[in-house]
Structures are given as structure tokens and as C-alpha cells.
């Protein structure tokens, strides 16, 4: 089993800035991509940012130059830097990861969300 467990949602003030993190445990060989979506209320969720192994990252039109996606291989986690946040970033923000286990084969993992909130 793989467990994705988010950290560092919280109330913010419009401008401000939050930093999520997301450590994958559990049976893992590999982690390929991984993500962070969103999802507010009454929507769909919406990918928000995804990174590769090697590194490359695409977001969504709506945070591009004020989020960053990043990653330590080593310790199974990513990261979201979200700066300059607004009202409109409000969400439940949930993390992705494409796991290759030991014994299995490849399968999709969701964390249990964290609630980010911008408002003054």
C-alpha cells in the first residue's frame, strides 16, 4: 500500500503565500510523475501543476508564474510554492502520484487533501 499525506493548507490573506508539501510511504520502487490538483466548491477539480521525474513541470494557465512545483526524489515528496495567492485559489488542494510498486505494477495515488483558503 501507498499513503500520500499532505501538509501546509491553511487561511491566507490575498498576496500572501503558502507552501504545500506532499510525502509519499509506503510499498514504492519508483514515484513517476506527480501532481497537485484542486478542487473548489460547486467545480471540478483541476490540475493545478505536475512535475516528471526528471524534472519537467507544466501548470495551469491560471497559476503560472506564481506557483512552483518541485520535488526531492530522495525523500518521495513534492512540494507546491504558491505565491502572490488569490481569493480565487481558495480549495481543497490534493496531491497525485504515478507509483510503480516493488510487486503489482503502476497505480494512481491520492493524498486526502488540504484546505487553502485566501481571504482577508
Known amino acids: 500500500q501507498v499513503q500520500l499525506v499532505e501538509s501546509g493548507g491553511g487561511l491566507v490573506q490575498p498576496g500572501g503565500s503558502l507552501r504545500l508539501s506532499c510525502a509519499a510511504s509506503g510499498s514504492i520502487f519508483s514515484i513517476n510523475a506527480m501532481g497537485w490538483y484542486r478542487q473548489a466548491p460547486g467545480k471540478q477539480r483541476e490540475l493545478v501543476a505536475a512535475i516528471t521525474s526528471g524534472g519537467t513541470t507544466n501548470y495551469a494557465d491560471s497559476v503560472k508564474g506564481r506557483f512552483t512545483i518541485s520535488r526531492d526524489n530522495a525523500k518521495n515528496t513534492a512540494y507546491l510554492q504558491m505565491n502572490s495567492l488569490k481569493p480565487e485559489d481558495t480549495a481543497v488542494y490534493y496531491c497525485?502520484?504515478?507509483?510503480?510498486?516493488?510487486?503489482?505494477?503502476?497505480?494512481?495515488?491520492w493524498g486526502q487533501g488540504t484546505q487553502v483558503t485566501v481571504s482577508s
Open positions: 497525485n502520484a504515478d507509483v510503480t510498486r516493488p510487486i503489482g505494477g503502476t497505480l494512481d495515488y
